[in-house]
């Protein structure tokens, strides 16, 4: 795997994360739209989502930081078997 691979696929991962994210908050302001089961459902995963854009953040600060040399030494790291 490149590093433009891998900091592709963490961008990626984000926008999906931020989209849920952007769902989540959405449906849990409107409980009018959306009824209360779907609001109190948003409502309580909104923490995990919380956690999954600080894992996000460390992601990309990782493999953003990591040198090259990593990438070229594990080329096979991450691709599916």
Do not use: Q
């Not at 959306?34 to 600060?61: E, M, Q, R, Y």
């Not at 990591?66 to 991450?78: A, H, L, M, R, S």
Request: one cysteine or more; hydrophobic letters at 40%; aromatic letters at 8%.
């Amino acid at each position: 795997m490149k590093k433009e691979d891998a900091v592709n696929a963490v961008d990626s991962a984000g926008h999906t994360i931020h989209d849920v994210y952007g769902k989540l908050w959405s449906t849990a302001l409107s409980p009018g739209e959306s009824g209360w089961g779907p609001t109190l459902l948003s409502i309580g995963c909104i923490p995990v989502a919380n956690i999954a854009v600080l894992g996000h953040f460390d992601a990309k600060v990782l493999v953003e930081e990591t040198p090259d040399k990593v990438f070229e030494v594990v080329p096979d790291f991450g691709k599916k078997k």
